[in-house]
């Protein structure tokens, strides 16, 4: 396909909203030995799930038989900390006011791959939003969309890490330039690292989900130890302290449009599902939020 392709996918992602697009071909992630040394080590706690497909996130073609185009994509989430009445804070990708970003993204992507099909109605197309098998910050990375900072996330030149990452697999074979990816621009900085309350990001580019507050307070089914509530606060699902600390990251803003913690603690599942139901919060449950809470609520 022509370039003229390129520029009609660069396009409407700027009209969709989109901050960010790159282009790779199908190829070994570059940090794919890395991952597996970090799953070799158990950092990725009880999230089983990432250790199987291992030879799909190797192979990103396989997504997707026949696949000669990659298109990655950044989305931009809420620069404001969503908080309760209290103070308390889910993290800012959560947006609980809208509807669950896998969803909207989706959409989306839809409508760029809309305009692949309309150019080459043979093509076969899989849009993916953070949840197929697939090392997604290391083809945004090799695509030239953003480095990798030494907290792991995916940080925009320009824009910061308060990204979706979206890709587009198709096919089609796009003509697009070939860029290099922007390597990191971190410099001696490590407010990351000083941040981060329970040592999860142990160095440089290097982290525990064991110790992480995103994985106990949404992904973590068990008792969370009553030592770590303290350092829970102020957030009760999600953290973005190592984001907010970032130099290419906006000053921290809170945004009050939360229940209060009582009324999420008297909340049935019934009303939870009928006001977030299709919301991100819906991933941890209302069950993982009283227990959340309840933890730091009695530590206060």
């Given at each position: 396909?022509?370039?003229?392709?390129?520029?009609?996918?660069?396009?409407?992602?700027?009209?969709?909203?989109?901050?960010?697009?790159?282009?790779?071909?199908?190829?070994?992630?570059?940090?794919?030995?890395?991952?597996?040394?970090?799953?070799?080590?158990?950092?990725?706690?009880?999230?089983?799930?990432?250790?199987?497909?291992?030879?799909?996130?190797?192979?990103?073609?396989?997504?997707?038989?026949?696949?000669?185009?990659?298109?990655?994509?950044?989305?931009?989430?809420?620069?404001?900390?969503?908080?309760?009445?209290?103070?308390?804070?889910?993290?800012?990708?959560?947006?609980?006011?809208?509807?669950?970003?896998?969803?909207?993204?989706?959409?989306?992507?839809?409508?760029?791959?809309?305009?692949?099909?309309?150019?080459?109605?043979?093509?076969?197309?899989?849009?993916?939003?953070?949840?197929?098998?697939?090392?997604?910050?290391?083809?945004?990375?090799?695509?030239?969309?953003?480095?990798?900072?030494?907290?792991?996330?995916?940080?925009?030149?320009?824009?910061?890490?308060?990204?979706?990452?979206?890709?587009?697999?198709?096919?089609?074979?796009?003509?697009?330039?070939?860029?290099?990816?922007?390597?990191?621009n971190c410099n001696i900085c490590e407010n990351c690292l000083?941040?981060?309350?329970?040592?999860?990001?142990?160095?440089?580019?290097?982290?525990?989900?064991?110790?992480?507050?995103?994985?106990?307070?949404?992904?973590?089914?068990?008792?969370?130890?009553?030592?770590?509530?303290?350092?829970?606060?102020?957030?009760?699902?999600?953290?973005?302290?190592?984001?907010?600390?970032?130099?290419?990251?906006?000053?921290?803003?809170?945004?009050?449009?939360?229940?209060?913690?009582?009324?999420?603690?008297?909340?049935?599942?019934?009303?939870?599902?009928?006001?977030?139901?299709?919301?991100?919060?819906?991933?941890?449950?209302?069950?993982?939020?009283?227990?959340?809470?309840?933890?730091?609520?009695?530590?206060?």
């Amino acid at each position: 396909m022509s370039s003229d392709l390129y520029e009609k996918i660069k396009e409407e992602a700027e009209r969709l909203g989109f901050i960010k697009v790159g282009f790779l071909r199908p190829k070994r992630p570059v940090f794919f030995d890395y991952f597996l040394n970090w799953l070799k080590e158990r950092r990725n706690a009880d999230m089983h799930w990432l250790e199987r497909y291992v030879e799909i996130r190797a192979d990103p073609e396989r997504i997707l038989p026949g696949c000669r185009t990659i298109i990655c994509l950044a989305y931009p989430y809420s620069k404001k900390v969503h908080s309760t009445l209290e103070g308390l804070f889910a993290a800012r990708y959560s947006e609980p006011m809208k509807e669950d970003y896998h969803l909207r993204i989706k959409r989306l992507g839809k409508r760029i791959g809309n305009i692949i099909k309309k150019a080459d109605p043979e093509s076969r197309i899989r849009i993916c939003v953070d949840s197929a098998p697939i090392l997604e910050r290391s083809l945004a990375y090799m695509a030239g969309i953003g480095f990798i900072g030494k907290n792991n996330m995916l940080i925009v030149p320009g824009y910061g890490s308060y990204v979706f990452l979206s890709e587009i697999f198709t096919t089609t074979y796009i003509e697009f330039p070939e860029k290099e990816p922007i390597e990191q621009n971190c410099n001696i900085c490590e407010n990351c690292l000083n941040a981060c309350p329970t040592g999860a990001l142990y160095a440089p580019h290097r982290f525990d989900s064991r110790l992480c507050m995103s994985y106990l307070t949404i992904e973590y089914s068990g008792e969370i130890k009553k030592g770590l509530a303290k350092k829970l606060y102020p957030f009760f699902l999600g953290c973005d302290r190592c984001q907010e600390v970032c130099p290419f990251n906006p000053k921290e803003e809170k945004e009050v449009c939360l229940p209060s913690a009582k009324e999420f603690i008297d909340m049935d599942e019934d009303e939870f599902k009928r006001r977030f139901g299709r919301t991100a919060l819906s991933r941890a449950g209302i069950k993982k939020i009283k227990r959340n809470l309840r933890l730091i609520m009695d530590s206060l």
